[in-house]
């Protein structure tokens, strides 16, 4: 199941509600928005099977991404906005990710972060519109691409790809934290899951 399943039933349906802004999208607004988060990582080199980490506040952003990510078979690591900028950098280069999505007010305006993932290839600022910073100024955000206008220049096309899957991090209480990640299956986003089905036997759904 995915948003383009229920975005040919019910495209106007809210499919996220966020309760502290009111922001919200449809899910036809998130089955298009996953499609061109999957061919962004595309045009940023990223294959089947290749890794995205991101860093966002709740935000509508968090399910494009992770659902462009799942559409284009590609492995996710959400990283916990609690962490500094030192945490941060180390799980995107222990997890191998080539893409890098990070909410802009994040470590002082990223100008923290910004060295420590500069050997990242592509890296996005969220929430941040137009040109990037100067290198340099306090709040930066230079290296860092807009996320909205990179997204909205993509196509909205369906890959046709395996299904991808998630990266979790260990809370790190011994030593630093470790990454935990399955091989992909080669299932799509268009079979059901174990306990979508369990859920299909149990109560009846068809959805």
Known sequence: MHPGTFAEITPDKPAVVMHTSGQSLSYAELDRLSLQVGGLLRTCGVGVGG?????????????????????????????STRLGAEETAYIVR????????????????LSLLTGAVA???????????????AVGAAGDRAGWAPWAESVAAQPA???????GDDMLYSSGTTGRPKGITRDLTGATVDDADALTRLCQLAFGFDQ
């Open 51 to 79: 890794h995205l980490a991101f860093q966002v506040h709740n935000s509508p952003e968090f399910f494009e991404l992770l659902w462009g990510a799942h559409r284009s078979g590609v492995i996710y690591t959400a990283i």
């Open 94 to 109: 222990d997890c191998g990710a080539t893409v890098v999505a990070v909410s802009a007010d994040l470590h002082e305006g």
């Open 119 to 133: 050997d990242v290839p592509h890296r996005f600022a969220i929430g941040a519109a137009g040109a990037v910073g």
């Open 157 to 163: 096309v369906s890959l046709d790809s395996p299904s």
